[in-house]
């Protein structure tokens, strides 16, 4: 049996991921195309128990990202985003959801979802929907219909077990829900028509017709709106971006090395100009996991920091590519060539909602802080 199968409680997250990876980063090329999905490469975060990791120990997981001494969620998705952005976006909203079943689900709730985790199914977070024509619970009792569809849904088709947000006729406030799906259904690729990502399988998903329950719905609503777990979370896609970042890092690096171009000077300058942002990113993610974690800070001092994370590492990333790309020249945009896929991927998964308010609001909050400039993101400034 392979040691880090999910039925090993000890098996080792990070050696996994690793494994994965470079799994991830061999296949990703035959992934990218229109309506792509990383199938063998999710069926081994099955197999070696990234699925089942971060579910609590006391439920069968590993307990990654939520319990003393596991801090190696960053790692893990770090280095899956480093095999593939995509894998990494669909790990990521895996992780996410079982996050928030942990902080707001039942004791039954818990143990029903997080076994479906232990048996490998699949689980996203899909938030985002259209003006007109959002999820919405039409219900008699406590019983209901769902209404309604989510856009932007990465996983379309292949997530089987969907954290939405839906209006609630009995319910002041958004209701945060897990639904079933069942696999190759209600879904909707054909507007996913973007630059990069294209294995990420992002598309519309209607759930019109299906069955919803009190059971189904998690906590209290609004609370999926939460801070600072809502916008704090935002830590864990900059570390799959850093993943993704060092990517192009590494083939910008080989590159130099196969032409014997690196002896130049101005490319030298480059690439130490890279490594800095490379670095100065990993810094940030490293910093942002413990202080998104950190439970003496206000919740406005914890998001405005994230704020900044996810800011930083995007200006990184943008440094990089724009670096790399000087550096390589026209060949690494032809296909074929390994910077010119892994460059489309990141392009386009920097591209996160607001961050012209992220950048403002951080900014915001630091202004009124009391506290001097080294302790803002300590206990003594609380």
């Known amino acids: 049996m392979d040691q880090w199968t999910r039925l090993d409680p000890i098996y080792d997250s990070e050696a996994a991921a690793r494994t994965i990876a470079a799994a991830a980063a061999a296949r990703a090329d035959a992934q990218d195309h229109d309506g792509g999905f990383p199938q063998d490469d999710v069926a081994d975060l099955a197999r070696l128990g990234l699925l089942a990791a971060p579910v609590p120990v006391e439920q069968g997981g590993a307990g990654l990202g939520t319990e003393p001494g596991a801090g190696a ?4 998705l770090r280095l899956v985003g480093y095999g593939s952005l995509a894998l990494g976006r669909l790990y990521e909203g895996h992780v996410n959801a079982i996050q928030l079943i942990a902080r707001y689900g039942t004791p039954d709730q818990r143990s029903r979802l997080f076994a479906d985790a232990r048996a490998g199914h699949l689980f996203g977070v899909w938030n ?17 219909q769902l209404f309604g569809v989510k856009t932007f849904a990465s996983g379309a088709g292949y997530v089987t077990r969907a954290l939405v947000t839906a209006r609630h006729p009995d319910r002041a406030g958004v209701a945060m829900m897990v639904v079933p799906l069942e696999a190759g259904t209600r879904a909707d690729l054909s507007a996913w028509r973007a ?9 519309t998903v209607d759930f019109t017709g299906l069955a919803v ?6 906590g209290q609503p609004d609370d999926y709106f939460q801070q600072p777990a809502f916008s704090g979370g935002a830590w864990r896609f900059a570390a799959v971006q850093l993943g993704g970042i060092e990517a192009v ?14 002896g ?18 990993r810094l940030w993610i490293e910093r942002g996991a413990q202080v998104a974690s950190d439970a003496g800070l206000p919740p406005a001092r914890v998001v405005a920091y994230i704020n900044l994370v996810r800011l930083a590492v995007e200006r990184a990333g943008l440094d990089v590519l724009q670096l790399a790309q000087r550096s390589v020249g026209l060949q690494g945009f032809m296909r074929g060539h390994r910077l010119e896929r892994l460059a489309r991927d990141l392009a386009t998964y920097l591209r996160q909602p607001g961050p012209d308010h992220a950048l403002t609001a951080a900014a915001s909050e630091i202004l009124q802080a009391d506290a001097m400039a080294g302790d803002l993101w300590t206990e003594t400034a609380a």
């Not at 985002?128 to 209901?144: F, M, Q, S, Y």
């Not at 329950?213 to 998690?218: F, H, R, V």
């Not at 890092?249 to 690196?262: C, I, Q, V």
């Open 264 to 281: 130049d000077p101005h490319q030298l300058a480059r690439l130490g100009e890279g490594a800095i942002a490379v670095e100065g990113a």
């Open 249 to 262: 890092f590494d083939a910008w690096r080989g590159h130099l090395n196969r032409t014997g171009r690196g």
């Open 128 to 144: 985002t929907e259209p003006a007109e024509g959002g999820l919405r619970v039409e219900a008699r009792d406590t019983d209901g």
């Open 73 to 76: 969620l960053a790692e893990v």
């Open 213 to 218: 329950n009190a059971g189904d719905i998690l």
């Open 195 to 203: 630059q990069g990502m294209r294995a990420s399988a992002t598309g």
